[in-house]
């Protein structure tokens, strides 16, 4: 209730009472049960000092339990008499104090009218106070109503939002399920009830309409794995633990499918039921996909083996070598079991001679970061020597830095041991043929030894003159300097083709190379009447070869050419040796001669091993001629000349086409 109320249904009562009564003061006090401020109003001045009264009287008796009068009450001529009369219980209600100047004031009458006057005052003020109170319930519950409808509203929308929620993610469980090919299902140990997701129905190639149960999951599991399946799931049973394992499934049509089940032991109620809460996941794919990798790496596996190439993959950063293949550690000699061996360890299986310039040539390609190709020699614990050859690329990160190396190693010890028969084979033809220009070298060396000699001899009669002639002193010294040279150069050619050397790949002038071998023919073309031409092109590209061993081819036509003119009386004996650009097969070398010819059933085999044309002869000169072109890269072949005699010829591809494949790659 308002304090203007309040003070109206107070002010009410005293103006009530003043002209009711005709009353010179009236003062009406109302308390507030509920413990507000008390409302006082005062009406006439004929007691001014009520105030001052009602304080000491409170201040004296502690209370106000009954009503009292007060006499004599005045202010000069006029006195008054007055009555304070409470209201409630120790004037809880308030009070009523009224005065008047009848001398009879206050009668029986004017004090019942006073008390009841009092307490409809109060009666009136109580029933506002629960008016009021009342209202202001209404308003509260009012409120409260729309504070639980709003509430109501509000939760609504949160279960709406909830449950669209819960669907979406139910939808996006369901999707993630399809896509995984992961099912999700529930089973009550105590009841056998199983609950399957969508995807378990789809796993197991059921209808979602059927109950699954657990005698159904045995059934469709594969008859070789029933047993053990059933042992596990009693095993997890009875000893209440989470379960991870595989197995497969016998579909209807004959299909297996393997699965793999994540089982937890969920949840165990007082009464002591088990449930578990399984994932299902068909792993069929992965196991094929495992196959297939298996087998691949059977087959790599194999396949290195039977090649002697090993795989391998290291970090230069931190000096380990993260990967080896299985056939990497037989070349290498190292145990599989102990791993990859650190770099400080694989150096020193390298061949001390070797060891350097490989840790060179692995430094300048982390360096530059390039690919590297190196052979070195490694010794095997038991002292064996191996030849190897090994190819790395480089792996870059981010920062364009080398992170990683792979590659490959080969075991070419077998491979290279042909190559040095070949070579030795090569160098005993060269020695033979060597023998069969015995006379024609002792003819091109005796030549400018005989030049020295007579030089010499016409030098010491210059000398002996009076007086000496010094100009063709000087002249005979300059011939005998000159020959000197020649018959050195002569020596020096036939040494080459005689020493035994590993093969080199220098850049030929292959016109210059031709030049060189008829020099050293020279006499024995001449010995044997043999007329020699040349046609040699100029601005040949430079091919990359060993000079010595196409030479000896060159040596090789040259001779077989004269021999098989020197047996035959008709014509002219004429060899012609020429040179041309052969576009993209690089340089063709021709050997061209007027002799019998070549038979046309024996020119497919003219280069094989044994197959010779010659009485004696023994069928390997050019069969030697041919592996040392193939060798460069290059062909040879014959065909039959017009009018006669036979025509040899072999190409030598230039540099950028002769680059082996081994030259290709890293370290």
């Known amino acids: 209730m308002g304090r203007q109320r309040a003070a109206a249904i107070a002010a009410g009562l005293a103006d009530v009472l003043v002209n009711s009564l005709h009353l010179d003061f009236a003062f009406v006090r109302l308390c507030d049960p509920n413990g507000g401020a008390a409302v006082e109003i005062a009406r006439g001045s004929a007691w001014p000092a009520f105030p001052e009264w009602l304080q000491y009287h409170l201040a004296v008796n502690g209370r106000l339990s009954h009503r009292e009068i007060v006499r004599d009450i005045g202010n000069g001529a006029q006195r008054y008499c007055g009555i304070v009369?409470?209201?409630?219980?120790?004037?809880?209600?308030?009070?009523?104090?009224?005065?008047?100047?009848?001398?009879?004031?206050?009668?029986?009458?004017?004090?019942?009218?006073?008390?009841?006057?009092?307490?409809?005052?109060?009666?009136?003020?109580?029933?506002?106070?629960?008016?009021?109170?009342?209202r202001r319930a209404e308003e509260a519950i009012r409120v409260s109503e729309q504070q639980l409808r709003k509430a109501r509203d509000e939760l609504e929308t949160k279960v709406a939002e909830r449950t669209a929620e819960l669907q979406r993610s139910e939808a996006y469980l369901a999707e993630a399920q399809r896509l995984s090919h992961t099912g999700s299902l529930g089973w009550d140990v105590s009841s056998g009830k199983l609950y399957w997701s969508e995807e378990t129905f789809r796993i197991f190639e059921c209808d979602p309409a059927d109950e699954p149960t657990v005698e159904f999951v045995l059934q469709r599991t594969h008859p070789d794995d029933r047993t053990w399946v059933q042992q596990t799931v009693d095993r997890a049973v009875q000893e209440r633990k989470d379960r991870d394992f595989e197995h497969r499934l016998l579909m209807p049509d004959g299909a297996i499918?393997?699965?793999?089940?994540?089982?937890?032991?969920?949840?165990?109620?007082?009464?002591?039921?088990?449930?578990?809460?399984?994932?299902?996941?068909?792993?069929?794919?992965?196991?094929?996909?495992?196959?297939?990798?298996?087998?691949?790496?059977?087959?790599?596996?194999?396949?290195?083996?039977?090649?002697?190439?090993?795989?391998?993959a290291c970090i230069p950063a931190t000096g380990r070598h993260t990967y080896w293949s299985e056939e990497a550690f037989r070349i290498y000699g190292f145990d599989p079991a102990g791993g990859p061996p650190r770099f400080e360890e694989f150096e020193r299986r390298i061949h001390a001679d070797d060891r350097i310039r490989t840790r060179e040539d692995f430094r300048t390609a982390i360096r530059e970061k390039v690919d590297f190709d190196h052979g070195y020699r490694i010794v095997h614990p038991g002292g064996e020597i191996r030849e190897i050859h090994v190819i790395g690329h480089p792996v870059l990160g981010p920062s364009g830095d080398v992170v990683e190396f792979v590659g490959t190693v080969m075991d070419v010890t077998e491979r290279r041991r042909p190559e040095e028969e070949r070579q030795a084979l090569a160098h005993a033809n060269r020695i033979t043929t060597m023998g069969q220009l015995t006379a024609s070298i002792a003819h091109e060396v005796n030549q400018p030894i005989a030049a020295v000699v007579t030089n010499a001899h016409a030098a010491l009669r210059w000398l002996n003159m009076q007086p000496p002639d010094p100009v063709e002193v000087r002249q005979a010294l300059d011939r005998i300097v000159s020959n000197g040279r020649r018959a050195g150069d002569v020596i020096g050619r036939i040494r080459a083709l005689v020493t035994k050397a590993p093969p080199r790949k220098d850049k030929l002038d292959i016109n210059d190379t031709i030049r060189e071998v008829i020099a050293l023919t020279r006499?024995?073309?001449?010995?044997?009447?043999?007329?020699?031409?040349?046609?040699?092109?100029?601005?040949?590209?430079?091919?990359?070869?060993?000079?010595?061993?196409?030479?000896?081819?060159?040596?090789?036509?040259?001779?077989?050419?004269?021999?098989?003119?020197?047996?035959?009386?008709?014509?002219?004996?004429?060899?012609?040796?020429?040179?041309?650009?052969?576009?993209?097969?690089?340089?063709?070398?021709?050997?061209?001669?007027?002799?019998?010819?070549?038979?046309?059933?024996?020119?497919?085999?003219?280069?094989?091993?044994?197959?010779?044309?010659?009485?004696?002869?023994?069928?390997?000169?050019?069969?030697?001629?041919?592996?040392?072109?193939?060798?460069?890269?290059?062909?040879?072949?014959?065909?039959?000349?017009?009018?006669?005699?036979?025509?040899?010829?072999?190409?030598?591809?230039?540099?950028?086409?002769?680059?082996?494949?081994?030259s290709q790659g890293a370290p």
């Open 85 to 134: 009369i409470p209201v409630g219980v120790n004037a809880e209600g308030g009070l009523v104090a009224a005065a008047c100047n009848h001398a009879d004031f206050p009668t029986e009458i004017d004090q019942l009218l006073l008390s009841v006057a009092a307490n409809h005052g109060a009666t009136a003020f109580r029933t506002a106070r629960l008016v009021d109170d009342h």
């Open 257 to 312: 499918k393997y699965v793999k089940v994540v089982s937890l032991a969920w949840k165990e109620d007082g009464s002591g039921s088990l449930q578990f809460v399984r994932a299902i996941t068909d792993i069929t794919e992965r196991k094929h996909a495992e196959e297939v990798l298996r087998r691949s790496e059977a087959y790599l596996s194999e396949a290195q083996r039977l090649s002697h190439t090993g795989s391998w």
């Open 523 to 662: 006499s024995e073309l001449h010995r044997t009447g043999t007329l020699l031409q040349t046609q040699l092109a100029d601005g040949l590209p430079l091919i990359p070869g060993d000079r010595i061993e196409l030479q000896q081819v060159m040596l090789n036509l040259i001779l077989n050419a004269v021999e098989a003119m020197s047996g035959s009386d008709e014509g002219s004996r004429e060899l012609l040796i020429s040179t041309e650009d052969d576009g993209a097969n690089g340089v063709r070398i021709a050997v061209r001669d007027w002799g019998p010819g070549l038979k046309p059933e024996g020119l497919d085999r003219l280069f094989d091993a044994f197959y010779t044309t010659k009485p004696g002869g023994m069928g390997m000169g050019l069969s030697i001629c041919r592996s040392i072109i193939e060798a460069h890269g290059g062909r040879v072949w014959a065909t039959t000349n017009v009018p006669k005699g036979a025509v040899l010829q072999f190409t030598l591809p230039p540099e950028a086409a002769t680059a082996s494949p081994e």
